[in-house]
């Protein structure tokens, strides 16, 4: 069975960090590209960052520029976000995914309409 599944979300103060794991299962992560996508109440899904397979470029979105790490570890099978600087307007629900392209531009990554996804996690920043 293909499975996505989050953890490491939580409260944080402003200003704290907090890493997020996503742990594959079913498939090889390696070969797939990767994305963070996040969604706050009343909002549309917004991508945060993205890494591509084949080289492990990453992409960010301007917001999380700098504050925010997409890494992976193949061994383990799992993606990381690690979060820095938070801030309360990041308070969302956070989603991996993976998906693999025939084509794929790191610019355009955060359009792409990818095949896994995982349940989320909640990260909820105070003030």
């Known amino acids: 069975q293909v499975q996505l599944v989050e953890s490491g979300g939580g409260l944080v103060q402003a200003g704290g960090s907090l890493r997020l794991s996503c742990a594959a299962s079913?498939?090889?992560?390696?070969?797939?590209?990767i994305a963070w996508f996040r969604q706050a109440p009343g909002k549309e899904r917004e991508g945060v960052s993205c890494?591509?397979?084949?080289?492990?470029?990453?992409y960010y979105a301007d917001s999380m520029k700098g504050r925010f790490t997409i890494s992976r570890d193949n061994a383990k099978n799992t993606v990381y976000l690690q979060m820095n600087s938070l801030k309360p307007e990041d308070t969302a629900i956070y989603y991996c995914?993976?998906?693999?392209?025939?084509?794929?531009?790191?610019?355009?990554?955060?359009?792409?309409?990818?095949?896994?996804w995982g349940q989320g996690t909640q990260v909820t920043v105070s003030s």
């Open positions: 995914a993976a998906g693999r392209f025939s084509q794929y531009v790191l610019r355009l990554c955060l359009n792409y309409g990818y095949n896994y």
């Open positions: 079913g498939f090889t992560l390696d070969s797939y590209a």
């Open positions: 890494m591509s397979s084949a080289d492990g470029r990453t």
